[in-house]
């Protein structure tokens, strides 16, 4: 059985930040990637971020500068810092992992519950 478990949501004013983290646990072989994706009421899950194993990141435009990812301190962990925070990146923020449980071959998506992030201006 494999968890991906968020934290660090919650709300803020424009301009402000949070940090939000995401620890992926149980029977987990290797990890892909890990990301953040975010889904704003009445609109389709899109990417924000997401960290290789071997370090590279991707980011959407719309928060490049503003947001960085990093692979936390502990195992299996990925943590989204988001500064300078605007109206439109309210949203629940999912955390996901391309990852393989041990036993299989093939790497299978994997998805947190979520957390929700609000702006206000």
């Known amino acids: 059985q494999v968890q991906l478990v968020e934290s660090g949501g919650g709300s803020v004013q424009a301009g402000g930040s949070l940090r939000l983290s995401c620890a992926a646990s149980?029977?987990?072989?290797?990890?892909?990637?890990m990301g953040w994706y975010r889904q704003a009421p009445g609109k389709q899950r899109e990417l924000v971020a997401r960290?290789?194993?071997?370090?590279?990141?991707n980011y959407a435009d719309s928060v490049k500068g503003r947001f960085t990812i990093s692979r936390g301190n502990a195992k299996n962990t990925v943590v989204l810092q988001m500064n300078s925070l605007k109206p439109e990146d309210t949203a629940v923020y999912y955390c996901?992992?391309?990852?393989?449980?041990?036993?299989?071959?093939?790497?299978?998506?994997?998805w947190g519950k979520g957390t929700l992030v609000t702006v206000s201006s």
């Open positions: 149980g029977s987990i072989s290797s990890i892909n990637v």
């Open positions: 960290i290789s194993s071997g370090g590279s990141t």
């Open positions: 996901n992992a391309d990852l393989r449980v041990v036993g299989l071959l093939t790497y299978i998506d994997y």
